[in-house]
């Protein structure tokens, strides 16, 4: 079936290391979308990469999407508490509009 | 606040009843999605309305089943309910009939079933 396999599940981070989130699909994507979800909260839109090894920033984030768009990272350099919640990438199989949605990966920040 | 409302926030029930969620899209757009998260999971795709008509279906149960009425807020139905349907109910809604833009998820309605 189509899936976009979202690696790792769990992310534990010290403060201030980084952090960072890959999605696989088998086929290609036509957009990956990227949502971050606070502990207690709900999914919020961060960015949509369309392009072909497209790469945009936003602060401290940085996505990817790979050359063949069947790949996406997310990468946080020097990760603060503010990060903590679940990361999820959901992109577009080219013949379906429908999202298919990675598993999500939790990011810990250690105590 | 993405705009978008549900109702209600928490909601507890016994095994074999019947639930109602609601949920009331950003102004303007067409699309409700809605999503079931069990704990400490991913988000699960359920079903799509645009503008009333049901635009796909994803993992849904044939004891749920969900409409889009003509002012555009969408109602889920959740039946037979039993212990593993305790999730998190997400609703987003887009403006357009196909999800290539942003979705704005609504706060959620817990679903507890005792």
């Keep these: 079936g189509q899936q976009v396999m979202q690696i790792p599940q769990y992310q534990h981070v010290q403060e201030g290391e980084d952090f960072t989130t890959y999605c696989n699909s088998s086929t290609t994507l036509s957009n990956i979308q990227w949502y971050k979800q606070r502990p207690g909260g709900h999914p919020v839109f961060l960015i949509q990469l369309v392009k072909s090894g497209e790469v945009k920033k936003q602060k401290r984030l940085t996505f990817q999407f790979g050359e063949a768009k069947k790949n996406s990272s997310l990468h946080i350099t020097a990760t603060q508490t503010t990060d903590v919640g679940t990361y999820f990438c959901a992109g577009h199989k080219d013949s379906n509009y429908q999202l298919i949605w990675g598993a999500g990966t939790k990011l810990i920040i250690k105590p | ?114």
Excluded: M
């Design chain 2, 1 to 114: 606040d993405s705009g978008v409302t549900q109702t209600p926030k928490h909601l507890i029930t016994a095994t074999g009843q019947r639930v109602t969620l609601r949920c009331s899209p950003r102004s303007g757009d067409l699309s409700v999605y809605w999503y079931q998260q069990s704990l400490d999971q991913g988000l699960q795709f359920l079903i799509h309305y645009y503008n009333g008509e049901e635009r796909a279906k994803g993992n849904i149960l044939e004891r749920f089943s969900a409409q889009q009425f003509p002012d555009l807020h969408s109602e889920l139905n959740l039946s037979s309910l039993e212990l593993g349907d305790s999730a998190l109910y997400f609703c987003a809604s887009t403006l357009g009939g196909a999800s290539y833009n942003e979705q704005f998820f609504g706060p959620g309605t817990r679903l507890t079933v005792l």
